[in-house]
């Protein structure tokens, strides 16, 4: 498949002579044929020579169908994939059609990164499911067609299709999707702020002084040069810049069930920029750990952009920098910084908390962290046993640890989000929204 300007992927096929020799082997029933050539040795007296001239016999079989089996070419094709969204299976096909070949049995090797589902059948095509289970760009192997040939004694494997790079993304078309039920909703009113006047950022007009207006708007060389209060009238700018920081150090590595913190992270960003992108918001992003490794400034239609700049993003296993991740985006204009890191405690967020106020002077910031279900479970879950209250002590220390690192973080101006791994961008799209709202931006 290759992708649409969506996120999506459409479907090609591979076809054509690209087949290769890989292996000839005896099949089982020339297996079958050597162990009853051998019975009847033992409870026959027939001798050796017969023996003997019966194997050679089922080997020269054996040779002539490896032969034929070898030249028999087969015609057939695959599903190409270019792009794969995380975890969101994908109909996968391998045809082959081989002449006087006595049967056939198709498989599509597939790397660890991916699953196929099923991955082998006996016949002229294999149907099934291709999943991406970890972001990246990955090779996936040519598929692999074993003819057997017309007498049956022996088989050979030929190739369909070669190589291939298949990449897999955070789930964009999902975001979309999302994008699009807000829209269907009047939700998307919410954060695209349409002329709306007030105490803004953008100048809009000078107008006659009103009672109720703030003493901030008064513009006192209008009001000396006509001779009567003025006030100036702004608007609240409606492109505004969201920067996605993601924390890709040793805390970002740790599993939410079968996928890590750092891959809810990605498919979070992915959310909150399609949402910024519909919102009419210029979106870019940057990613740090002990440095910052990579650095996007923000875009309009930028949600497809920043989405291919970090989907290959792996956790290291070194201490995060914050200060170097915020110099990076604190000295551009104001804007709203959603950094997506893990909170565990005080101490482990001792440089976050150190470096969040200097940030939140100049933006607006939003701390976006996934909450761990095992940690949950292990707190509302009534225990059996002594290690479970263990288990229940501990994960009660580390929340009410969380919280108070939390707290911290709100009482420095910051907006802190957190919710379970499948709701975490549905949460930073609402606080998002809800920033807009109040003008927060």
């Known amino acids: 498949m290759t992708p649409d300007p969506s996120g999506s992927t459409l479907p090609e096929h591979a076809s054509g002579p690209q087949r290769s020799f890989r292996g000839a082997r005896p099949t089982r029933w020339a297996a079958i044929a050597i162990g009853l050539v051998a019975v009847l040795t033992v409870t026959l007296p027939i001798g050796v020579l017969v023996p003997c001239l ?6 020269g079989a054996v040779l002539v169908d490896i032969v034929v089996a070898r030249r028999l070419r087969p015609d057939g094709e695959r599903t190409r994939l270019s792009t794969l969204a995380l975890r969101v299976p994908v109909p996968y096909s391998v045809t082959a059609s081989i002449a006087l070949a006595r049967s056939t049995r198709i498989r599509q090797p597939v790397p660890a990164e991916l699953t196929l589902e099923p991955d082998e059948r006996t ?14 760009v990955h090779q996936l192997p040519p598929a692999v067609v074993r003819t057997t040939g017309p007498i049956g004694l022996g088989s050979c494997d030929h190739q369909i299709g070669g190589g291939e790079t298949v990449s897999v993304f955070p789930d964009l078309p999902k975001a979309r999707r999302l994008a699009a039920a807000r829209r269907r909703g009047r939700a998307s009113e919410e954060g695209r702020i349409r ?42 700018e409606e492109n505004r810049d969201l920067m996605c920081v993601v924390d890709t150090g040793r805390l970002m590595a740790s599993p939410i069930g079968p996928v890590t913190r750092l891959d809810v992270a990605l498919d979070a960003v992915a959310t909150l920029a399609v949402a910024a992108e519909e919102a009419g918001d210029r979106v870019g992003a940057v990613s740090f750990a002990g440095a910052v490794t990579r650095q996007l400034a923000p875009r309009r239609r930028g949600a497809q952009t ?33 950094l997506f890191t893990d909170l565990v405690d005080e101490s482990a967020s001792r440089s976050l ?30 225990p059996h046993e002594m290690r479970d209250v263990l288990r229940s002590a501990v994960a009660i220390d580390i929340l009410e640890s969380r919280n108070r690192t939390s707290v911290l973080l709100r009482s420095m101006g910051a907006t802190v989000v957190e919710a379970p791994p499948e709701r975490l961008g549905a949460a930073c799209v609402h606080a998002y929204l809800r920033l807009k709202q109040r003008a927060r931006l």
């Open 54 to 59: 019966a194997v050679a016999v089922v080997a």
């Open 123 to 136: 016949g002229s095509e294999l149907v099934g499911e291709l999943t991406g289970r970890h972001r990246g």
């Open 195 to 236: 002329s709306r006047l007030g105490i803004g950022t953008e100048f809009e007009t000078i107008r006659d002084y009103a009672p109720d207006d703030d003493i901030r708007q008064v513009n006192w060389v209008a009001t000396s040069r006509v001779g009567r209060p003025m006030s100036n009238q702004y608007r609240v």
């Open 306 to 338: 920043v989405v291919r700049s970090l989907f290959d993003l792996e956790p290291t296993g070194v201490e995060s920098d914050y200060d170097r991740a915020f110099l990076a985006v604190g000295r551009r204009k104001r804007a709203l910084v959603a």
């Open 353 to 382: 908390l150190a470096a969040c106020p200097v940030l939140a002077r100049r933006h607006a910031v939003l701390i976006a962290t996934c909450r761990d279900p095992d940690l949950v479970t292990a707190v509302t879950d009534r």
